[in-house]
């Protein structure tokens, strides 16, 4: 019996101490990859650690902690380019484990910039859609004459009109990057007033310093009639016309430093008031330092301080400045809340016990909202029952609104408001999805159209069309200087022109009374015109080619279809190419809605260089054309377009005999025996527009086939299928510039095409 609960002991004890001696094993391991979007943006993914649900990872960064946080996936962004340690420390139910790994981070150059015009009239403000190093420097040229460099961009423009606003970026540091972005604006110069200004403080000696506040970025109702009030702690220390403001400031503290601008009567229309903090006295002291970590919370729109690295003798305490706030003494660690997302500005000064700043420490730190909720109105326009117009201006803080139409993309816009006209009648659901200023994306809201079949069956189709100078600003073609062609699909499947109208004296134009069908808009300059030498033929939307025309449904009265034309960038130089073109059996090419324009494309830019017009015996120009490497198109409805390849050079600056012969399939050089099969994919496969900005469609009027889009360097971007006769919108705002490739697979035949991104 003894020998038996012996036994038993002895088995109860092995289980026992197998048990509880028993050590807990986790590995810490993850991988850090670039974000696609940004490349000092790293994605850290620790998923593939041995570790339980609990887990907490520990990430430094170059030996200082960075965060902890309980999801094995996380984000760092890097501002500086260069060599970078990161560390992953894993806690586990009794163990711990961590591992490191040396990445490299690359400077990424985006000059994308998103603008703003909050108080309306002339003042504009500039601000680039990306993070960006402190090593990046950034010039503006705002189309008026004015340039700047900064960050941000700002110009009050005092005419009103269109401007092309343009941002360059470059990074020299750690293998560089540059690149450039323009935006086209209009503006309405009817001035507001907005008061704004920025200050420098800095130390004339070791007790006082120097207040320097510049109002420059200031915008005015009325700029002959002002006047620029400044009051320090209350009391108006200066009046007049001044934008600028100085003093000498003796004792340490914070100062309210406040700008008021009023008419000459002391009405005030806007102010602006700063707190600044001023330590007097600055004294190094090696012994009272500040120091601090952060750690973000888990909706990352709040971050935690933790000041305890920091060494403050006995009696002093510290001081922060969040971005422009001054918190005294807050204690060792906070929380502190951010209603904005994107970068703060954070300065922690170390105070003695006599109350003298001994040191100071400042960091960028960054937040990242929680997804915001999108909202969106409907209404109807007057007078259609298939035409709505969709407002999501209800959103708050959006900069971006994407649109669907029963789950398909339509299209991202700035301006909150969306109109559509419905081909047919149904219910439609129509969905919103925004983004913030910082690209987070925002839920989706929806709503329920029920469209009714119009009562009419005839409608207006009405726009503007928009003509481009030399220095690529735009203005309307009023008085008759732009013919617009109403185009259509006839009995048959072939394309004809079934009206013609010219402009009236503001640039637009109107086809009345039209039936419900599908068209497409062809505009051109008359030969009286003052730029019809270098505004090129263009269709409805921006696009050169037939083919890469964007369709216009005509459901229901539809207006605002502006059509922007293209610009030839000839820039001048001694080529000179010439030749003719006939219809079938050398009878010369036909006028009118038949005539063949010639388009001449710069091979390097991809971008048309000029265009030519035959005249009637069908001969055509290009004169003074620079050196480079070129191909000319005939666009002719109907018709595909197989180019001729031109080499300009210092050994051959001139060609003749550049002849092409077009009939009922293909325009085509009479020196090539290409046929229409050799160009069945232009015909069957849009890409418009090209060159494109924000976004491009994909409209596929033949069979089933796969799509690749590719950089220059075979890295996919977008892989996808096309069915037929689907069209598909791809957003392409987030891309760099520059050429992409469009691998185009069917029935085991591959094509290439280039699609340009400016």
Same mark, same amino acid.
């Given at each position: @019996?003894?020998?038996?609960?012996?036994?038993?002991?002895?088995?109860?004890?092995?289980?026992?101490?197998?048990?509880?001696?028993?050590?807990?094993?986790?590995?810490?391991?993850?991988?850090?990859? #670039?974000?696609?979007?940004?490349?000092?943006?790293?994605?850290?993914?620790?998923?593939?650690?041995?570790?339980?649900?609990?887990?907490?990872?520990?990430?430094?960064?170059?030996?200082?902690?960075?965060?902890?946080?309980?999801?094995?996936?996380?984000?760092?962004?890097?501002?500086?380019?260069?060599?970078?340690?990161?560390?992953?420390?894993?806690?586990?139910?009794?163990?711990?484990?961590?591992?490191?790994?040396?990445?490299?981070?690359?400077?990424?150059? &985006?000059?994308?910039?998103?603008?703003?015009?909050?108080?309306?009239?002339?003042?504009?403000?500039?601000? #680039?859609?990306?993070?960006?190093?402190?090593?990046?420097?950034?010039?503006?040229?705002?189309?008026?004459?004015?340039?700047?460099?900064?960050?941000?961009? @700002?110009? %009050?423009?005092?005419?009103?009109?269109?401007?092309? =606003?343009?941002?360059?970026?470059?990074?020299?540091?750690?293998?560089?990057?540059?690149?450039?972005?323009?935006?086209?604006?209009?503006?309405?110069? &009817?001035?507001?007033?907005?008061?704004?200004?920025?200050? %420098?403080?800095?130390?004339?000696?070791?007790?006082?310093?120097?207040?320097?506040?510049?109002?420059?970025?200031?915008?005015?109702?009325?700029?002959?009639?002002?006047?620029?009030?400044?009051?320090?702690?209350?009391?108006? =220390?200066?009046?007049?016309?001044?934008?600028?403001?100085?003093?000498?400031?003796?004792?340490?503290?914070?100062?309210?430093?406040?700008?008021?601008?009023?008419?000459?009567? @002391?009405?005030?229309?806007?102010?602006?008031?700063?707190?600044?903090?001023?330590?007097?006295?600055?004294?190094?002291?090696?012994?009272?330092? #500040?120091?601090?970590?952060?750690?973000?919370?888990?909706?990352?729109?709040?971050?935690?301080?933790?000041?305890?690295?920091?060494?403050?003798?006995?009696?002093?305490?510290?001081?922060?400045?969040?971005?422009? &706030?001054?918190?005294?003494?807050?204690?060792?660690?906070?929380?502190?809340?951010?209603? !904005?997302?994107?970068?703060?500005?954070?300065?922690?000064?170390? $105070?003695?016990?006599?109350?003298?700043?001994?040191?100071?420490?400042?960091?960028?730190?960054?937040?990242?909202?929680?997804?915001?909720?999108?909202?969106?109105?409907?209404?109807?326009?007057?007078?259609?029952?298939?035409?709505?117009?969709?407002?999501?201006?209800?959103?708050?803080?959006?900069?971006?609104?994407?649109?669907?139409?029963?789950?398909?993309?339509?299209?991202?816009?700035?301006?909150?408001?969306?109109?559509?006209?419905?081909?047919?009648?149904?219910?439609?659901?129509?969905?919103?999805?925004?983004?913030?200023?910082?690209?987070?994306?925002?839920?989706?809201?929806?709503?329920?159209?029920?469209?009714?079949?119009?009562?009419?069956?005839?409608?207006?189709?009405?726009?503007?069309?928009?003509? =481009?100078?030399?220095?690529?600003?735009? &203005?309307?073609?009023?008085?008759?200087?732009? *013919?617009?062609?109403?185009? *259509?699909?006839?009995?048959?499947?072939?394309?004809?022109?079934?009206?013609?109208?010219?402009?009236?004296?503001?640039?637009?134009?109107?086809?009345?009374?039209?039936?419900?069908?599908?068209?497409?808009?062809?505009?051109?300059?008359?030969?009286?015109?003052?730029?019809?030498?270098?505004?090129?033929?263009?269709?409805?939307?921006?696009?050169?080619?037939?083919?890469?025309?964007?369709?216009?449904?005509?459901?229901?009265?539809?207006?605002?279809?502006?059509?922007? @034309?293209?610009?030839?960038?000839?820039?001048?130089?001694?080529? !000179?190419?010439?030749?003719?073109?006939?219809?079938?059996? %050398?009878?010369?090419?036909?006028?009118?809605?038949?005539?063949?324009?010639?388009?001449?494309?710069?091979?390097?830019?991809?971008?048309?260089?000029?265009?030519?017009?035959?005249?009637?015996?069908?001969?055509?120009?290009?004169?003074?054309?620079?050196?480079?490497?070129?191909?000319?198109?005939?666009?002719?409805?109907?018709?595909?377009?197989?180019?001729?390849?031109? $080499?300009?050079?210092?050994?051959?600056?001139?060609?003749?005999?550049?002849?092409?012969?077009?009939?009922?399939? $293909?325009?085509?050089?009479?020196?090539?025996?290409?046929?229409?099969?050799?160009?069945?994919?232009?015909?069957?496969?849009?890409?418009?527009?090209?060159?494109?900005?924000?976004?491009?469609?994909?409209?596929?009027?033949?069979?089933?086939?796969?799509?690749?889009?590719?950089?220059?360097?075979?890295?996919?971007?977008? *892989?996808?299928?096309?069915?037929?006769?689907?069209?598909?919108?791809?957003?392409?705002?987030?891309?760099?510039?520059?050429?992409?490739?469009?691998?185009?697979?069917?029935?085991?035949?591959?094509?290439?095409?280039?699609?340009?991104?400016?």
């Amino acid at each position: @019996m003894k020998k038996i609960l012996l036994s038993s002991l002895m088995i109860c004890l092995i289980i026992f101490t197998g048990n509880t001696l028993r050590a807990q094993t986790c590995t810490a391991c993850f991988t850090a990859t #670039p974000d696609t979007n940004n490349t000092q943006l790293i994605n850290l993914d620790a998923t593939c650690s041995n570790a339980n649900p609990g887990t907490l990872y520990e990430w430094y960064v170059d030996g200082s902690l960075y965060s902890i946080y309980p999801s094995p996936t996380f984000q760092i962004p890097f501002l500086v380019s260069g060599q970078y340690t990161i560390q992953l420390i894993i806690t586990d139910m009794g163990c711990s484990d961590t591992t490191s790994q040396i990445i490299f981070i690359t400077p990424t150059c &985006s000059a994308n910039f998103t603008i703003y015009n909050n108080f309306g009239g002339g003042l504009f403000y500039f601000y #680039p859609n990306m993070s960006w190093s402190p090593t990046a420097t950034f010039s503006w040229d705002y189309g008026d004459g004015n340039t700047s460099t900064g960050i941000s961009g @700002m110009n %009050n423009y005092l005419n009103s009109g269109t401007y092309n =606003v343009c941002c360059i970026i470059t990074d020299t540091a750690f293998g560089g990057c540059s690149d450039t972005a323009c935006q086209i604006i209009n503006v309405n110069s &009817s001035y507001s007033c907005q008061a704004d200004f920025y200050y %420098n403080l800095t130390l004339t000696n070791p007790t006082t310093g120097s207040l320097y506040a510049d109002a420059q970025f200031f915008s005015l109702y009325d700029p002959n009639n002002y006047s620029m009030n400044w009051y320090l702690n209350g009391a108006l =220390v200066q009046q007049g016309t001044s934008t600028s403001y100085n003093t000498i400031l003796t004792a340490t503290g914070l100062y309210d430093l406040k700008l008021v601008i009023s008419d000459t009567n @002391m009405v005030s229309c806007d102010s602006l008031t700063q707190i600044i903090f001023f330590n007097g006295g600055f004294i190094p002291n090696p012994n009272c330092y #500040p120091c601090f970590t952060t750690l973000y919370n888990v909706s990352y729109d709040s971050i935690y301080f933790d000041a305890s690295c920091s060494n403050i003798p006995l009696g002093g305490s510290l001081v922060w400045n969040i971005n422009g &706030s001054v918190f005294t003494d807050p204690g060792i660690g906070f929380m502190q809340g951010f209603a !904005f997302p994107g970068t703060q500005y954070i300065t922690l000064y170390a $105070v003695d016990s006599n109350g003298v700043n001994c040191d100071s420490l400042f960091q960028f730190v960054y937040t990242i909202t929680p997804p915001c909720s999108s909202c969106l109105t409907v209404s109807q326009i007057i007078g259609s029952t298939s035409d709505y117009t969709f407002d999501g201006s209800c959103t708050a803080s959006a900069t971006s609104y994407n649109w669907f139409v029963d789950n398909a993309f339509i299209i991202t816009t700035s301006n909150p408001q969306f109109n559509y006209s419905f081909s047919q009648s149904g219910t439609y659901s129509v969905c919103l999805q925004t983004s913030d200023a910082m690209g987070n994306l925002c839920n989706q809201s929806c709503t329920t159209v029920v469209v009714t079949t119009p009562t009419a069956t005839q409608f207006d189709l009405s726009g503007k069309v928009y003509q =481009v100078d030399n220095s690529y600003n735009y &203005s309307l073609a009023g008085n008759g200087d732009a *013919k617009v062609y109403l185009i *259509k699909l006839m009995t048959g499947g072939i394309l004809d022109a079934v009206d013609s109208t010219t402009t009236d004296a503001f640039g637009s134009y109107s086809f009345n009374n039209k039936p419900i069908d599908d068209y497409r808009i062809k505009v051109a300059l008359n030969p009286s015109a003052t730029n019809y030498a270098t505004n090129i033929p263009t269709y409805y939307n921006s696009a050169l080619m037939w083919y890469n025309a964007q369709v216009v449904t005509l459901f229901g009265n539809t207006y605002n279809k502006d059509i922007y @034309m293209s610009y030839g960038t000839n820039p001048g130089g001694t080529g !000179f190419i010439s030749g003719n073109v006939f219809l079938g059996s %050398n009878k010369p090419a036909r006028g009118g809605s038949e005539e063949v324009t010639l388009i001449l494309i710069d091979q390097t830019t991809q971008l048309p260089a000029a265009y030519a017009k035959p005249n009637s015996n069908g001969d055509y120009t290009f004169t003074n054309i620079p050196f480079g490497n070129y191909k000319i198109f005939g666009e002719l409805l109907n018709r595909a377009s197989i180019p001729d390849d031109i $080499v300009i050079s210092a050994t051959q600056t001139s060609f003749t005999n550049k002849n092409f012969v077009y009939n009922d399939n $293909v325009v085509k050089p009479t020196n090539q025996s290409l046929s229409v099969k050799d160009v069945e994919a232009p015909l069957t496969l849009m890409i418009a527009p090209n060159p494109a900005q924000n976004s491009f469609n994909i409209n596929n009027t033949g069979k089933q086939r796969s799509l690749r889009i590719m950089d220059m360097t075979g890295r996919t971007i977008q *892989k996808f299928d096309l069915k037929s006769n689907e069209n598909k919108a791809v957003d392409c705002s987030r891309w760099q510039r520059g050429i992409y490739l469009v691998e185009d697979i069917q029935a085991g035949q591959k094509r290439t095409y280039k699609l340009n991104i400016n």
